[in-house]
């Protein structure tokens, strides 16, 4: 079946320090890959994504590539900010399905300032 | 434009109990799915309905069940509550046969089982 394998959290980091968070995913069929962020008490919100192998999803200094030869999708930012401080999960959708998501566990990112 | 809504946002029941959440998608969307998140864990598919019929169904027993309206609201109801089915209960909205066809999530209702 279809699943998605994060690095485990909790991850803290300082302000303006390099952010890296791994997925690997296994997929049935030819998957799209997306990066759900979720602030304390709130839903999820889809921070980027990316829909064949070799693009790159992009939103608010944040970055993915879909890597087909190595089944992954590492979410990176160059400067954290404490205001990213929440938990980031990464998911998968396989093509032809009924479009429901596969989710990794979640890692919980803290920003010192 | 209004986002997906959900109602309640909190709950408390008893074992055995019953429980019904419920869900307005997004303005122009027509599909509703629903996951269940336990603490610390990512949302798991519970189900998913479109033209108000249910088209696919995740890893739960019977005693959840959904429904969608006209209007496309949906609900989704747990009946023979279990300890285990406390958790934050997200309803997604996305519009069929888009091309990239994004689901939007609304803020959950908590459902706490005691």
Known sequence: GDSVTQMEGPVTLSEEAFLTINCTYTATGYPSLFWYVQYPGEGLQLLLKATK???KGSNKGFEAT????????????????????????CALRVRGS???????????????? | DAGVTQSPTHLIKTRGQQVTLRCSPKSGHDTVSWYQQALGQGPQFIFQYYEEEERQRGNFPDRFSGHQFPNYSSELNVN??????????????????ATQETQYFGPGTRLLVL
């Open chain 2, 80 to 97: 023979a509550l279990l300890l285990g089915d406390s958790a934050l209960y997200l309803c997604a909205s996305s519009l069929k046969g």
């Open chain 1, 98 to 113: 009924a479009r429901q998501l596969t989710f990794g566990s979640g890692t919980q990112l803290t920003v010192l300032p």
């Open chain 1, 53 to 55: 192998a070799d693009d």
């Open chain 1, 66 to 89: 879909y890597r087909k030869e190595t089944t992954s999708f590492h979410l990176e930012k160059g400067s954290v900010q404490v205001s990213d401080s929440a938990v980031y999960f």
